[in-house]
């Protein structure tokens, strides 16, 4: 079974489902209209990149992170019937942690 990998400071990330369309009686009001940022989990990250002058930058994010993607910026990617997104790891916004 093929699966997906990420390469150099890559992630890719699985949207979570967040249902914010409404109904007002019968009528359906999707949510189309609204620029959000999209929340995910990080299914794959790469080991990091070659930073000239610096040396080897790992990646900060780990599979499992929940992390607040840009409205713009990763590209969505459709892989055996999921959909994904995916760009470089300096392009997330915020990692959501527990405040343990």
């Known amino acids: 079974m093929n699966k997906l ?4 400071d890559a992630v890719i990330v699985k949207p979570l489902e967040e249902d914010d369309e409404k109904m ?5 009001i999707p949510d189309a209209g609204k620029d959000r940022n999209e929340k995910g989990t ?3 990250a790469g080991p990091g990149v070659e930073v000239a002058g610096v040396g080897f930058v790992p990646t900060v994010v780990k ?3 929940v992390v ?3 409205t713009m910026g990763f ?4 892989f055996q019937g999921d959909e994904y997104y995916i760009g470089n790891e300096k392009q997330i ?6 405040n343990e």
């Not at 007002?24 to 359906?28: A, D, K, V, W």
């Open 5 to 8: 990998e990420a390469l150099f």
């Open 24 to 28: 007002y009686g019968s009528i359906f």
């Open 42 to 44: 990080v299914i794959a």
């Open 63 to 65: 599979v499992g992170d």
């Open 68 to 70: 607040i993607l840009p």
């Open 75 to 78: 590209s969505k990617l459709q």
């Open 93 to 98: 916004l915020a990692k959501i942690t527990d």
